[in-house]
């Protein structure tokens, strides 16, 4: 639904997509009544009956009306439920839309099932082209923006009666606030890549992704909540001026503001007016409802500071998980004022006025709120709001500056996050650590030197397989194709592929060790002078965007290795359809899976006779030794591998051979004699369990090929 390809059919999933999204509206009008549904609070707010109409008008003005010969539905709804489009011609002004009593919520909601009985007649046509899939998929996604708008604008309503009305029994929201997790994150910086880059949807103002300059900083890992908030107002945060800026300060005196909105003061009781009617203020709630005028007071009261949008970017797709309630809880604002990116460009035709026009005066806030429909929100979304505003369920999480460190040894951010991990996975019960931090450079060459090794027969049979089955299923790449590797490594198997599509344009390497990137990617330039090599510093299991400039052709998504057997049943899906997302519709995944065979096959491959897996095993602790400074007496511990045949996988384990202590910065970690570190899994398939795991990840299975014993297996899958 979300991807934008070039020419593509009608399917099962944009009816699934439309149908949901449009039912979705109604549902939240369902428990209102007529007259909730026809008021207009406020000049800012629109009575929920208009946002009824207007997003069936948007359908039917950007894209039903396009068709040759189209008769619109009445043509006096073309001025009553246009919103701000010039180019559409007359239009009732904002402030007055609540004075259109006519036509009413009966009709209204048959305009509605009237374009949809259109729509869905329209899409059961011909072929899409680019322009048409984008404007649909654009009226979509300007649907979900409207539901939340209709939640923000129904509050409002309900908060300026003295009944203090309950709009639903509970607010309408998927899922709880996040719990704390305290604290703050701190990023190096440097030259980094923000805005969106990859081939699904994005509103034009997020683009184009481009580079920025970052100093040191840190940024809150919560968001500031109603407890904080109350402290402010104690203070005194309201009454002085030297906290705020003139024009917040000038709207404070004039406003009478004392506290954010919708908040009231009884005795010493404050309470807060929701969705779900007036509750009392919970101080371990996130704040909501606050403007940027009192977001940046607060700050300056907290000797902290908003953080740039670059900032709150960047940090989201370096660390998500150590952000609570990044999304689905409130905009956060930013010190960022709504201007183009360097190199934009607003959507051609009418739907140019969408976001452009309104780059002036206005902040940016970054994330999502609790009303923001699922799955509409992105890393590089770009919420603005003029900064007097309060009424949308905006928040605010600090940021401030970071001296840069003494060194940036064992500074980095892929660092910190080895040494985070590394600590967290020896302090559970059992002890155990992602694979993925065994491939350092080190690690990298060590499983280089596995894959010559007799007993491990993997990488022989895929490549041998992959040389037989990559010519015709290159032939379904198409002109342009860009291949995107996840977890790399030395990007041996990578030249078959490119060897078989010598009309591939692009190639992203992703892998989590920068050194062995960087030297794979030199050798398939130097190898491949017409291609266009993009390397990305990251872990496939957290994906952020593409790089730019590698061209619009189809995403070939290629996961050699057997390394979807390192993964948990979870991950594998999460990571699939991240994968999914990341490539787009009309993408092609390659992925590789180990098969199941006999036991002692198994063994020998992950128990070699040389010791090679050993030393790589072992690696991790002469990793943590040199990047961390641990204490590892890598000596003492001996690799083990088991097969596990409840689980279907064999597994990697590093056992100690007596008690012993070990010392990461300040933490003591203890061992006893025979306890482990799991390290690693490597799950083995069937063809059916293979292909459940696809479809589960989004992916359906277009071929399905083995080589000779030991047999491993390569799927083609399709979006």
């Excluded at 919560?222 to 000038?250: K, Q, S």
Aim: proline share 6%; with cysteine; aromatic share 10%.
């Amino acid at each position: 639904m979300n991807a934008l390809s070039p020419v593509t059919g009608r399917t099962a999933e944009d009816f699934a997509a439309y149908e949901s999204v449009r039912a979705a509206m109604p549902g939240l009008a369902e428990p209102l009544s007529p007259e909730d549904l026809s008021a207009q609070s406020m000049p800012d707010c629109s009575p929920g009956k208009w946002h009824l109409a207007h997003t069936s008008w948007f359908f039917e003005a950007m894209l039903l009306s396009e068709q040759t010969g189209y008769e619109p539905v009445d043509p006096r709804f073309q001025i009553l439920f246009n919103s701000y489009y010039e180019a559409l011609g007359h239009r009732v002004d904002r402030h007055e839309r609540g004075l259109m009593t006519r036509p009413d919520l009966t009709e209204v909601l048959a305009y509605r099932r009237e374009i949809d009985r259109r729509v869905e007649h329209w899409l059961a046509q011909g072929p899409l082209n680019a322009r048409s899939r984008y404007l649909f998929v654009l009226g979509l996604h300007h649907e979900q923006q409207h539901q939340e708008l209709f939640l923000m604008d129904i509050l409002n309503l309900m908060s300026r009666s003295p009944l203090d009305p309950t709009a639903y029994a509970d607010e309408p929201r998927p899922s709880l606030p996040d719990l704390p997790r305290g604290g703050s994150v701190r990023f190096d910086g440097g030259l980094v890549e923000i805005g969106h880059s990859a081939s699904s949807f994005a509103f034009d103002n997020e683009g184009p992704s481009h580079r920025v300059w970052l100093e040191p900083y840190a940024l809150a890992s919560d968001l500031v909540t109603n407890g904080d908030w109350l402290a402010f107002i104690r203070d005194g945060g309201y009454a002085r001026p030297e906290l705020w800026l003139a024009d917040g300060w000038t709207t404070v005196k004039a406003e009478g503001w004392r506290a954010p909105l919708y908040w009231r003061e009884d005795g010493e009781v404050w309470s807060l007016m929701t969705l779900a009617g007036r509750l009392c203020v919970d101080p371990a709630a996130p704040v909501r409802h606050v403007s940027f005028y009192e977001a940046d007071a607060y700050a300056r009261w907290a000797g902290k500071r908003l953080p740039t949008e670059a900032e709150w970017e960047h940090a989201a797709r370096c660390r998500p998980e150590a952000f609570s309630n990044a999304f689905g809880e409130v905009w956060q604002w930013t010190s960022s004022a709504y201007a183009p990116y360097r190199g934009f460009r607003p959507t051609e035709g009418t739907a140019s006025e969408y976001n452009g026009k309104f780059m002036a005066n206005q902040m940016v806030l970054r994330g999502s709120s609790f009303a923001t429909p699922a799955g509409h929100e992105r890393v590089s979304y770009r919420n603005f709001f003029y900064p007097q505003q309060r009424w949308a369920f905006m928040g605010l999480r600090l940021a401030e500056d970071s001296a840069p460190p003494p060194s940036r040894a064992g500074r980095d951010g892929e660092t910190a996050r080895f040494r985070r991990d590394l600590i967290a996975g020896l302090t559970r019960t059992p002890k155990a650590l992602s694979p993925k931090w065994l491939y350092d450079a080190e690690g990298s060459r060590l499983f280089e030197e596995i894959t010559r090794l007799p007993e491990y027969y993997p990488t022989r049979q895929e490549a041998s397989l992959l040389r037989r089955v990559a010519p015709s299923w290159a032939t379904r790449f198409g002109d342009g194709a860009v291949l995107v590797e996840f977890g790399s490594g030395a990007s041996e198997k990578t030249r078959i592929v490119l060897d078989a599509s010598p009309d591939m344009v692009a190639y992203v390497p992703i892998d989590i060790s920068a050194d062995a990137l960087d030297a794979a990617a030199r050798r398939i330039a130097d190898t491949y002078p017409r291609l266009r090599v993009s390397p990305l510093v990251g872990d496939f299991l957290h994906l952020g965007a593409l790089p730019s400039g590698i061209g619009q052709g189809r995403r070939v998504g290629f996961f050699p290795g057997s390394t979807i057997g390192n993964l948990d049943p979870d991950e594998a899906v999460a990571f699939l359809k991240a994968a999914r997302g990341l490539l787009g519709d009309g993408a092609l995944f390659v992925l590789g899976a180990d098969l199941v065979k006999p036991q002692d096959i198994l063994i020998a491959a992950y128990d070699d006779a040389q010791g090679v897996t050993a030393a790589f095993n072992r690696n991790l602790l002469a990793r943590a030794n040199r990047e961390l400074g641990a204490t590892f007496d890598v000596d003492a511990f001996v690799h083990r591998a088991v097969w596990n045949a409840g689980a279907s996988r064999m597994e990697m384990h590093l056992e100690a051979t007596s008690d012993m202590v070990v010392e990461i910065d300040d933490r003591i970690i203890d061992f006893r004699a025979g306890e482990a570190i799991h390290t690693e899994n490597s799950r083995k398939f069937t063809e059916d369990s293979l292909r459940s795991l696809a479809e589960s990840g989004g992916w359906k299975v277009s071929a399905f090929e083995t080589g000779p014993e030991p047999s491993v297996a390569l799927a083609l899958l399709e979006a």
